[in-house]
């Protein structure tokens, strides 16, 4: 095991009626910016609920963000909540919604161009407004550590940053409020928690028990029940093991005194940057690409996985981890994500322009070893056309 | 899954050289408690490695807090804290130090007689001095949780307290230095962890996936190294995934959302009450006997047991019940620690003595129904005899 610190201070309200609990986190004279995305949290009547919780407190209203945040609009936000001297943000949404709140958070006190609090990667913020978040869509994990992603299309620029001071407060994870998601929200978000764990698990062994056992753990939650999460949609139990794995999948748990891969992160958001395809989606069509091409560097914990992920246990070690990987491509096929480029309309031109953009973006030495490169990438893309 | 609330701001310092580190996180101007058990902190050298980090920094010390730490020790240590105007407390030990330092933060800041802190299990807490560990005995989880059980040998009671101003800001697990604890206390603490997580998992289930896989790895991975711990004293590896599993196995993460039983501590209380037992011990003669009795009302858990933790999947529900419950006693019993209560010269009289003690101290309503009275306790310890 690797030496690790292990830091984790939001405080997670779960289950069914805890958005009425905001009563009890958010501070009693706090001025809140609620910030939110599209029309659904209206529909749903989440955001009633978080207005009834709030009671009398000072309310301002922020909606609109986006998928995949935009720079833009997280600086309009940050001067309503100048404009009304906000004291606590209160993101209620997904991964997008609560990314950004992170960002807005820190540019409220940051002097100076806020983008630089993107280019610093988060070095430079010193100081962040207090905030806490009702997440609806569980997929990121962001509602549970102090990352985010902003994208600046001016710039054309996705970065992402990272800062202690942007921990959420609180998340309230209330299971009930994902039974009206679109099929498409819950498959993508499996497949997302799914390769966060994978990122952080399939590397190379360290001996590291507990954080192997916890993260076979979320991947046979993931595979077990994301299915029945799409046919059975309002089952409370099912939801309710979704979404705190998905927490749990990116909170630091799993990751302490790990080697930690993400390079099928890295390759995916360059998918995403050439035709918007969703994020999870890129990562199904890269991961088994990726497992197959660097099986012999992975070797051990594609045969641990095989085996204790999958049950997977005869025949020789290549036959077990063709097994693994083809179980895997089935387990996103199976949650209706498809796993070639050549379904999201990707050919030899689009994968000419990922491997530049890898390059141009310094992803040069990807993986837990640093040896995947932009070219490693192209043999990669090839194997997933 | 109930519904839950999981918080826990301890900083988790975990590896080779992480003493070094206390310079990090101990305020440079602190004047600081070294809190300490018996010798073995100074012989090993772990103390000079402590002195060292906090360099130039004001330092008291007080050692002689003993197992089982009395309230009268503690009262001792907040005079000297109050005397030496400390302002940072520093426990260097395993879970009677650390739980000794919560005690002493509390009241060192608690105005009026500071037993009320045990008699109202903490909730007139209002303030602790902030504090810090350095863990030299894996087993207790005091490490990273709010909780503390202090005796007070005049009103011949033991009493816990929780609060959560009382959970350590950060803790120290440096798997080294555990290569030269006694062999008793190796067994003692993966005993005591084993039990902590069978009181959150043995209970009834409540299609908690995560909080069960959890567990299921903690309780695989001592039963795989409590054994080789012992064997090879000075494998790195071994101790630290040791460490880190008792951490793990009482930091509220397990416990969130199911039911707890906790009926094994309860009458193992009472032997240790009776003739100063070690807690771990007791555990061990109370949990396989109590699994026994209540096989009626834990046959879903304990068939769960049976298969994911000692992999046994033949036989009739009450043949693999009795295969889990007996691999649980050899467990304890390959680890040196005997399961009988004649093991420790406990008899009849003995048994009338604990049963009228958990009486006394209104323990009538124990286990995760309430159902388990002082004369069910009778039951189990004669057929613990």
């Known amino acids: 095991?690797?030496?690790?610190?292990?830091?984790?201070?939001?405080?997670?309200?779960?289950?069914?009626?805890?958005?009425?609990?905001?009563?009890?986190?958010?501070?009693?004279?706090?001025?809140?910016?609620?910030?939110?995305?599209?029309?659904?949290?209206?529909?749903?009547?989440?955001?009633?609920?978080?207005?009834?919780?709030?009671?009398?407190?000072?309310?301002?209203?922020?909606?609109?963000?986006?998928?995949?945040?935009?720079?833009?609009?997280?600086?309009?936000?940050?001067?309503?909540?100048?404009?009304?001297?906000?004291?606590?943000?209160?993101?209620?949404?997904?991964?997008?919604?609560?990314?950004?709140?992170?960002?807005?958070?820190?540019?409220?006190?940051?002097?100076?161009?806020?983008?630089?609090?993107?280019?610093?990667?988060?070095?430079?913020?010193?100081?962040?407004?207090?905030?806490?978040?009702?997440?609806?869509?569980?997929?990121?994990?962001?509602?549970?550590?102090?990352?985010?992603?902003?994208?600046?299309?001016?710039?054309?620029?996705?970065?992402?940053?990272?800062?202690?001071?942007?921990?959420?407060?609180?998340?309230?994870?209330?299971?009930?409020?994902?039974?009206?998601?679109?099929?498409?929200?819950?498959?993508?978000?499996?497949a997302d928690a799914f390769v966060h764990i994978i990122e952080q698990y399939l590397t190379y062994p360290v001996d590291a028990r507990v954080q192997d056992g916890f993260a076979e753990t979320l991947l046979r939650t993931l595979i077990d029940l994301g299915p029945r999460a799409l046919r059975d949609p309002k089952n409370y139990e099912v939801r309710a093991n979704l979404m705190w794995t998905a927490t749990l999948a990116l909170n630091g748990l799993i990751g302490a005194g790990v080697p930690q891969d993400w390079s099928s992160h890295m390759i995916g958001h360059e998918i995403t940057a050439l035709n918007d395809t969703d994020h999870a989606r890129t990562l199904a069509v890269v991961l088994p690409a990726l497992m197959d091409d660097q099986r012999d560097r992975k070797t051990g914990k594609l045969l641990q996985y095989a085996a204790n992920v999958w049950n997977i246990n005869e025949g020789e070690d290549a036959t077990r981890i063709d097994a693994a990987i083809a179980a895997t491509r089935d387990f996103f096929e199976t949650m209706g994500i498809e796993t070639r480029l050549a379904d999201y309309g990707v050919g030899e031109a689009g994968i000419d322009h990922i491997v530049s953009a890898l390059k141009d973006h310094g992803m040069t030495e990807m993986g837990e070893h640093g040896a995947i490169t932009p070219e490693d990438a192209r043999r990669i893309l090839n194997a997933a056309a």
């Open 1 to 190: 095991m690797k030496n690790f610190t292990y830091h984790n201070p939001t405080r997670i309200l779960f289950g069914k009626g805890r958005i009425a609990d905001l009563d009890d986190h958010v501070p009693d004279n706090a001025r809140v910016l609620i910030l939110y995305g599209g029309g659904s949290a209206e529909r749903t009547g989440v955001l009633d609920q978080v207005r009834t919780a709030l009671g009398e407190r000072t309310i301002t209203e922020f909606g609109g963000i986006e998928p995949n945040p935009r720079y833009a609009t997280a600086m309009k936000a940050v001067d309503t909540a100048r404009q009304n001297d906000v004291d606590f943000l209160l993101a209620v949404g997904g991964g997008s919604v609560i990314d950004a709140t992170k960002f807005i958070a820190a540019a409220m006190y940051h002097d100076g161009d806020a983008w630089e609090i993107l280019t610093s990667h988060g070095s430079v913020v010193g100081k962040a407004a207090p905030f806490g978040t009702v997440l609806t869509i569980p997929a990121t994990g962001s509602e549970m550590n102090p990352g985010s992603v902003i994208t600046n299309e001016e710039k054309g620029a996705k970065l992402a940053f990272m800062n202690a001071h942007c921990y959420p407060q609180f998340s309230v994870l209330d299971p009930e409020v994902t039974f009206t998601l679109p099929e498409r929200q819950i498959a993508n978000g499996v």
